[in-house]
């Protein structure tokens, strides 16, 4: 496949993610009405994760070598578990506002990490004001949420956040400049199940479950839509812009993501 076909395909997949990975806020908002945000990110990365894997053993796919299985792992706990786990916990102590702020410092730790890692080319000064652009763009629509990074009952959860941040971009920076030796849906699949098992077993410890047979209707719909779209389609997506794009070019979607909530927000509760 050409140098072209490849971008093409890079481009359209974070199109997706930008889209669609904003769609899966409003989802989460209603499914942590009644599964703690922990186990929710668990359940989701264990399911999701188990269905890949599943699929491809059942198409003959080889088990993966160590070195591949230690990838895997690293990236699953550090880049799913640690900052997506912390991401839903954070949310338990700061506002929905404040929280996109705090994400919109994504693409800043990418464009630091990839200066250091010398994985994003020549940092410009159009680049830098390109970043500095965006993350003013939302911190001018979260504009009434600023006054809470000074509060101090939110500092847990800013905390939480922030990490959540750094790892995410330290982990995408990192995926852009290895080579998995394995095809990029199944490693994928193997990050999510080693996110999976581990938030899992940290919400059994800490005792932040629910019982799943006690769940309406309505969650499982949500269950399913984080599973099918937030997961299986929009993480391998994203795996592949970052794989194939420069990780700065990537992190915009940390943008565009909280205008699409917002969107969303309006215009399926505001007007019903």
């Known amino acids: 496949m050409n140098s072209n076909s490849i971008n093409k395909k890079a481009y359209a997949a974070e199109a997706i ?95 630091l990490f990839s200066f250091f890692a010398k994985r994003s080319g020549k940092f410009s000064l159009q680049t830098f004001l390109g970043l500095m652009l965006g993350f003013s763009g939302i911190s001018v629509i979260f504009y009434d949420h600023l ?19 750094i790892t995410w971009a330290a982990a995408s920076v990192y995926t852009s400049g290895i080579k998995i030796n394995t095809k990029l849906l199944f490693g994928a699949g193997l990050q999510m199940l080693f996110a999976g098992i581990s938030l899992t077993i940290i919400t059994f410890i800490t005792g932040q479950t629910v019982s799943l047979y006690e769940l309406p209707q309505q969650t499982w719909i949500t269950l399913f839509y984080l599973v099918i779209i937030g997961s299986i389609l929009i993480y391998n997506c994203y795996v592949y812009a970052v794989t194939n794009l420069p990780p700065t070019r990537v992190g915009v979607y940390a943008y565009i993501n909280p205008v699409v909530a917002i969107f969303l927000g309006w215009l399926l509760l505001e007007k019903n």
């Open 17 to 111: 993610v930008s889209f669609f990975w904003g769609t899966t806020y409003l989802v989460s908002r209603v499914a942590v009405q009644h599964i703690p945000g922990l186990f929710l990110a668990g359940v989701i990365n264990l399911i999701a994760g188990s269905i890949l894997v599943l699929f491809f053993f059942l198409r003959g796919e080889k088990f993966p070598d160590r070195k591949t299985l230690k990838q895997s792992a690293l990236l699953g706990i550090v880049m799913i578990a640690i900052s997506s786990g912390m991401s839903h916990w954070s949310v338990q102590y700061i506002s929905g506002g404040l929280a996109a702020i705090i994400g919109a410092t994504i693409p800043l730790w990418m464009a």
């Open 147 to 165: 006054h809470e990074m000074l509060n101090s009952d939110f500092r847990l959860g800013i905390s939480l956040a922030v990490i959540s941040c």
